[in-house]
């Protein structure tokens, strides 16, 4: 980032946002945060924030993440109800959301924005050039 303000290339500023973006989704160490019937947040390790320890983790994540913007997961097959289920929710949901910590709350929502923001700078740079 110091390079593109020295040099004044937006494209170098991009593509540094565009890497730690990937990096806090994809990439960063930390713990699934699914949480489970005994109501504690799973603690097992994982990459990336938008991912979980198992595919039974990994689904009710999806769903938050769906959820989160208000809509229901349009990938998310229906399954009967399974009383004996291992997840509940994610530590995300409004019923918990306190459990996650704040700053976790703010790169999540900070790193999505500058997605967003990364890919209209690089789509109308590309246009406008």
Not at 27 to 35: A, G, K, S
Not at 69 to 89: C, K, Y
Request: aromatic fraction near 10%.
């Amino acid at each position: 980032m110091i390079a593109a303000v020295f040099f004044g290339a937006w494209r170098l500023a991009l593509l540094g946002v565009a890497a730690w973006c990937l990096y806090e989704f994809s990439l960063n160490p930390t713990v699934c945060r699914v949480m489970t019937r005994q109501g504690f947040a799973c603690h097992e390790p994982v990459r990336g924030r938008l991912f979980a320890c198992s595919a039974a983790h990994q689904r009710v994540k999806n769903d938050a993440v769906w959820r989160s913007f208000g809509l229901p997961n349009p990938f998310s097959r229906a399954t009967s109800h399974d009383p004996n289920r291992d997840t509940g929710v994610v530590v995300y949901s409004p019923a918990v959301r306190a459990r996650l910590a704040q700053n976790d709350r703010i790169v999540l929502t900070v790193a999505g924005v500058a997605s967003v923001l990364a890919i209209l700078v690089a789509v109308v740079g590309i246009v406008g050039s």
